[in-house]
């Protein structure tokens, strides 16, 4: 064995104690080794171990064996059986890789930077064993999480990893059979007060999830009884360039309005699956933006192309107030925010408008009449449909509530 193998094997117990050291003072759930002193000796048994079998198979560049890799899968599974969340699973393994090169390196350093063969002999076994490493330990760690966690709980984890980036996503997705695809819309649909309690919201998702085969997970809001479901609903290359939300979204909107039994508003963003994190913000402002709509079947889900408007004035305030203010013009009525919304809904046909408003055309030109006296601006007129249409959609969406 050369002199830099010889330095890793002197200094793996001293390093194996410091990576132990270090999970204790950076993973908060680590803490509560001080009262399982057994689990932490398990951590610095397993931590030494890795390190020896690194000295031992990287001159050859042999790979891990099976059972190294069944080794690593039940450290896996004793972790997840403890009850460590997934965010710290993540960070171990980060801080595992990290302390690892790290060692080599100090190793390297202390002898001067004179085996540089044996170096890159190290470096070379360590990426590609390390990845199969991690997999092992992954598998392990979801193999327990299939057997503790509820249907609906795995599929929420499988959502979360996905929109976070998470590694763990695509072994979540193969125990569920509920592989991701390359391209994803996420569709958040926002309800600020639902009826049903937690049992029998999960049970609304696991059926809608089993229905429509995607990822779905609830956000509870603080403070107040509503929340957000989040989905990624698989879609094509060509969706992506659309303005339109795909059908696949529509149908599952529809689906859970009609469940949830409570005004809801629907955003959706599309994008490649490693772009997720950021579809996400874009379909969360997109739902803040949209209108509460009745919880149907016919519920639309909406894009950036629908509320671009909207988007941009919620970004600066002094618009912002305006628009507000002239909403408030709207308020003597009668229904004059509803009548708008029906008059911009169906492209300004008198007919149609009157029609989804169940009253008669000269009811809907009397309304127009005064909307024109109360705020100074025609509806139809250009300067009328930019103001007047956003203004609507902000204040249909609650945001001056």
């Known amino acids: 064995m050369g002199s830099l193998f010889a330095e890793l094997a002197r200094q793996a117990p001293t390093n194996a104690c410091r990576e132990v050291e270090t999970y204790l003072r950076e993973i908060p759930e680590f803490r509560s080794w001080e009262t399982k002193p057994r689990a932490k000796a398990e951590t610095m048994e397993y931590s030494v171990w890795l390190r020896r079998r690194t000295i031992e198979l990287s001159p050859d560049n042999s790979e891990l064996t099976d059972d190294d890799l069944r080794y690593i899968a039940a450290i896996g599974e004793v972790r997840a059986d403890a009850g460590m969340s997934s965010d710290s699973r993540q960070q171990v393994l980060q801080l595992h890789t990290t302390l690892m090169l790290r060692d080599i390196h100090e190793a390297a350093e202390n002898l001067r930077g004179g085996e540089v063969e044996e170096l890159m002999q190290v470096m070379t076994w360590f990426a590609p064993q390390g990845d199969r490493g991690i997999v092992a330990y992954r598998q392990g760690f979801v193999t327990v999480l299939r057997r503790r966690l509820p249907y609906v709980e795995q599929v929420a984890l499988l959502a979360r990893s996905l929109l976070t980036g998470d590694p763990m996503a695509a072994d979540l997705a193969v125990a569920l059979d509920l592989q991701p695809p390359e391209f994803c819309a996420v569709t958040v649909i926002r309800v600020p007060d639902r009826p049903v309690g937690d049992r029998e919201l999960d049970v609304e998702i696991e059926a809608l999830v089993k229905t429509h085969r995607v990822p779905a997970v609830w956000y509870p809001e603080n403070g107040t009884r509503g929340g957000e479901l989040i989905a990624v609903v ?58 509460l709509g009745k919880p149907s079947r016919r519920l639309r889900p909406y894009t950036v192309a629908d509320v671009f408007v909207e988007l941009a004035v919620s970004d600066v305030p002094f618009i ?53 006296e109360l705020t100074g601006i025609d509806p139809a007129s250009t300067h009328g449909i930019r103001t007047l249409s956003t203004v609507v959609t902000r204040w249909l969406s609650g945001s001056w509530a």
Do not use: Q
């Open 234 to 291: 698989p879609c094509t290359e060509e969706a992506i360039r659309l303005p339109s939300a795909p059908e696949a979204v529509a149908d599952l909107v529809g689906d859970f309005a009609e469940a949830i039994g409570r005004p809801c508003a629907a955003g959706t963003a599309t994008a490649p699956l490693d772009e997720l994190p950021a579809a996400l913000e874009r379909a969360r402002r997109i739902s803040k933006s949209a209108p």
């Open 320 to 372: 912002d107030a305006w628009l507000h203010t002239v909403a408030r013009n709207l308020e003597p009525g009668p229904d004059l925010v509803a009548t708008l919304d029906a008059y911009y809904r169906h492209d300004m046909n008198r007919g149609a408008a009157a029609a989804a408003l169940n009253v008669h055309p000269r009811t809907l030109d009397y309304r127009l009449r005064r909307v024109a």
